[in-house]
């Protein structure tokens, strides 16, 4: 059985001006000690999706259907109180601004202290002694000293680490980090990364990764799941996504990756802004700014099929599969020169 199993998941916001469908139909499975990485622009449900499966979406104006299945137990119609236990001891999860997770005002100790009291019925002594070792493991030098400091004592990059030291205080079998790294510079996002891929080979957790960057993608994901308003669009693994990408959508994800040794001039953007989804365009939702958009992709909607070389490779596109090939291999080429 897997760890979890996303079915149809269908997520609808009520506003004044009418329903967004912030996630429609869309289906993943998360295997223990897995990373899937969840890539797209901001908006396009990723966000929304993970949100939903963890119970957190405001109550007044959602709709949600479909199922996640958590061991295959339906987390869309669990109890509240179930939920909570679940998210506290099996699923935990990290955000982008530490800050606006972390206490100002109470030391780092004192808050995984507290955390660890919620979950464990341990003396305050044993709960500091596990709050150390967790500051250890996640690399924060002087953690004896540093476990007295308050957050703004810490860069953003410690206290990212103490995030995630917040995240593994129950040994989750499932880490959520929605843009873990994308506050923080270059080289303390690869630190950052190498720390998640480090501390999932000791704590074996699986990981969903929500990113709007394919490089983090590339470090970390062993599945990958294209978004692109509120849909899948591609899914794959790693080394396919990378290798035979098939969807004209991640072409230009692709192709706005910066890589240190080429030519910024050779960067491209994918043209115009992601639609409403308020009214999200017919057909393809891609085709206002797809430049392979043919008659068809305006009026008939793209089903998420196998490619017809990998059964696992999953892709929602009219484009025949001679011109994908063709176009993911210019692709390749140009990466590798
Ligand atoms: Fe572009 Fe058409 Fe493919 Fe959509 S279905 S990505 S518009 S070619």
Request: net charge negative.
């Amino acid at each position: 059985m897997a760890l979890l199993e996303v079915k149809d998941l269908r997520t609808q916001f009520h506003t004044d001006d009418g329903a967004v469908k912030a996630v429609d139909g869309v289906n993943f499975t998360v295997e223990k000690g897995q990373t899937l990485g969840i890539v797209g622009e901001s908006g396009c449900g990723k966000s929304v999706t993970n949100l939903t499966i963890m119970g957190l979406n405001p109550k007044r104006n959602t709709v949600s259907s479909g199922q996640a299945l958590w061991k295959g137990e339906d987390l869309l119609t669990a109890k509240a109180g179930r939920l909570r236990d679940i998210r506290g001891n099996e699923i935990s999860m990290i955000f982008q601004d530490p800050m606006t997770s972390l206490n100002p005002v109470l030391t780092i100790g004192k808050q995984l202290v507290e955390a660890i009291q919620i979950h464990r019925d341990v003396s305050k002594r044993v709960a500091r002694a596990r709050a150390l070792d967790l500051l250890k493991a996640v690399g924060i030098p002087r953690a004896e000293q540093r476990i007295d400091d308050y957050p703004h004592q810490f860069s953003g990059g410690m206290r990212q680490r103490v995030m995630i030291a917040m995240a593994l205080i129950n040994d989750p079998d499932l880490l959520i980090a929605d843009e873990p790294t994308t506050a923080l510079d270059v080289t303390t996002q690869a630190q950052i990364l190498s720390l998640m891929k480090r501390l999932q080979e000791d704590f074996g957790s699986a990981i969903i990764m929500v990113t709007h960057d394919l490089g983090v993608i590339a470090e970390i994901a062993d599945d990958v799941v294209v978004m692109y308003a509120a849909k899948i669009v591609e899914h794959a693994n790693v080394f396919d996504l990378f290798n035979r990408p098939q969807h004209p959508y991640t072409w230009g994800l692709m192709g706005s990756l910066p890589r240190l040794d080429a030519d910024v001039e050779r960067l491209t953007q994918i043209p115009g802004q992601p639609p409403s989804l308020l009214r999200p365009p017919t057909g393809c939702r891609f085709h206002p700014r797809c430049p392979y958009v043919m008659e068809v992709c305006k009026t008939k909607e793209p089903a998420l099929l196998p490619t017809a070389r990998d059964p696992n490779h999953l892709q929602a596109c009219h484009l025949d599969e001679e011109t994908k090939d063709r176009e993911a291999a210019k692709l390749a080429e140009m990466a590798a020169s």
